[in-house]
């Protein structure tokens, strides 16, 4: 039998190749994994997140502790999230040479060996306001935001980060790090930028794990509408243009189409973060859901629509049962 002259059942059985298992197009390893850690600089020890289950704050001590448990288990880089002890307008904590971030990236390497630190450079978890830019009377600046930007990342680079991660989605803020860095003479430290991150309500859970929560309107004038596909190729062509080493899309699982669509537009190296609402969706459901096979499947997922790397809560539960 034949349809428009092409092989057709019973000469074609797809269940042949299917019962041998025989192709498998994807694979996805735990080196293509980046675990998020929370290091904040007001507590000892480590204390549980409530609305992630299963992830905690971290001393700045404790933060070392647990990036050593995590390269171990095979996953090669950890980004890092500060909840400093002092915000103010401006959030000057952020670019501290002794702040959160700064001494935590320092006492990492410093206790792990060949581990890719990636420092998170963005204002919300620092300015009183919550806000990931300077305010004046209620806007959100954009270009006096890059100046502070810059001066994060620069501190980031001098107490070793590998990667610098911007992700406050203001416009040039990839150019505008690239230069900072290159005249500091840290033009081998990469910038990862959350090219395309939408403003999104799967953040829930990670604001309240970061302080970062804003205190009036909402991230819309920055983050973006989650009705557009185009603008995010837009977003990821800028920051290719200005030098970004590798550009992100986030959240991860419901905007699949968006990472599928950056892979086959700019074939680039594209990040994705699978991000805490994801997470504590899947932790919520493990009553009626098998935990485990629902995490391979999310992670296969996303890295089929194009991700090259990916950042989830979910990656030491992953890599210990591999
Ligand atoms: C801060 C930032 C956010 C996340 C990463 N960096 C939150 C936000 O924009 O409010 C979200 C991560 C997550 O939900 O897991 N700029």
């Known amino acids: ?50 609305s992630m289950p299963g992830q905690y704050r971290f001393s700045i001590k404790d933060a070392g502790v647990e990036a050593l ?12 999230f500060g909840i400093p002890s002092r915000k103010d307008e401006i959030g000057s904590e952020a670019y501290n040479k002794e702040g959160v971030i700064q001494r935590a990236i320092r006492e990492i390497k410093r206790e792990v060996g060949d581990i890719t630190v990636i420092g998170d450079v963005c204002l919300c978890e620092y300015t009183s306001h919550g806000h990931c830019g300077l305010i004046k009377n209620k806007r959100v600046l954009n270009d006096e935001t890059l100046e502070i930007l810059g001066k994060i990342s620069k501190t980031y680079a001098e107490s070793g980060a590998d990667v610098v991660a911007p992700s406050g989605m203001m416009d040039g803020m990839v150019g505008h790090i690239r230069e900072t860095l290159d005249v500091s003479g840290y033009e081998d430290v990469a910038i990862m930028s959350y090219s395309a991150k ?13 302080e970062s929560g804003y205190k009036f309107g909402d991230r819309s004038t ?66 009626v859901l098998d935990e485990d096979k629902i995490i391979e499947e999310i992670l296969l997922s996303i890295k089929r629509a194009g991700a090259d790397l990916i950042i989830s809560y979910h990656a030491k539960d992953f890599a210990k049962r591999k």
């Open 69 to 80: 448990e995590v390269r171990e288990l095979g996953i090669r880089s950890v980004i890092l």
């Open 222 to 287: 920055y983050q973006m509408n989650y009705k557009n596909s185009d603008e995010a190729m837009r977003e990821i062509r800028l920051d290719i243009a200005e030098g970004a080493d590798i550009v992100m899309v986030k959240p991860a699982l419901p905007y699949l189409d968006i990472i599928y669509r950056a892979k086959k537009e700019f074939n680039f190296p594209l990040a994705a973060y699978n991000v805490s609402g994801e997470y504590s969706m899947v932790k919520y459901s493990s009553s």
């Open 1 to 50: 039998m034949s349809f428009y002259g092409l092989p057709q059942f019973p000469n074609i059985r797809m269940r042949r190749l299917r019962r041998l298992n025989l192709i498998e197009e994807t694979s996805f390893k735990k080196e293509d994994l980046i675990y998020p850690i929370f290091v904040d600089e007001n507590i000892e020890g480590r204390r549980e997140i409530k």
């Open 198 to 210: 939408y403003n999104s309500n799967f953040y829930g859970p990670f604001r309240d794990a970061a």
